[in-house]
């Protein structure tokens, strides 16, 4: 609305002037528009970065993960063989100290030693390996069995 004054003398504008006006409420308009667009396209720019970095991060963090787990698969498989080989051998020595026949009678127990380990591996598995305590920690067992006084049930 053209404000109707003394400048005029209460009369309507000149067509020109009222062009005038258009023309520059437009101008203000377009700058306004672009202006704005240009503030859309920057935080659009700057927000497709950060998703892609998101990504990137999430890939290296699946990567890690997947290596965490192999290294895991592998601890794992390293203190089950530790384990394997120590009752070997333990089955072995405690054969060959208290004969065919005293092995035969104490069995049961050793079974139960040998099931208690089994225990102790399976739950230690998951927790003390990623500290590479793992391995410490079941030889130190198999030690602390190997010291035990087996003695066939009476």
């Known amino acids: 609305m053209f404000p109707l004054g003394d400048a005029h003398g209460g009369r309507i504008p000149p067509l020109s002037q009222i062009l ?3 023309q520059q409420n437009t101008d203000s308009l377009k700058a306004y528009i672009s202006a704005h667009h240009e503030i859309a396209c920057c935080s659009i720019q700057q927000h497709d ?7 990137e991060a999430a890939k290296l963090q699946s990567r890690g993960l997947e290596q965490f787990l192999a290294s895991q698969e592998k601890a794992d498989l390293h203190i089950r063989e530790i384990v394997g080989l120590d009752l070997k051998a333990l089955a072995r020595q405690k054969q060959a100290e208290l004969g065919e026949e005293e092995m035969e009678r104490t069995e049961p127990m050793l079974r139960i030693y040998v099931h208690a380990l089994a225990d102790f591996v399976e739950a230690v598995g998951g927790r003390e390996t990623q500290s590479q305590n793992g391995e ?7 030690a602390t069995i190997k010291k035990a006084e087996v003695k066939p049930r009476v």
């Open 136 to 142: 410490l920690n079941v030889a130190a067992s198999v």
């Open 49 to 55: 970065a950060q998703l892609a970095m998101f990504a």
């Open 20 to 22: 005038q006006t258009v």
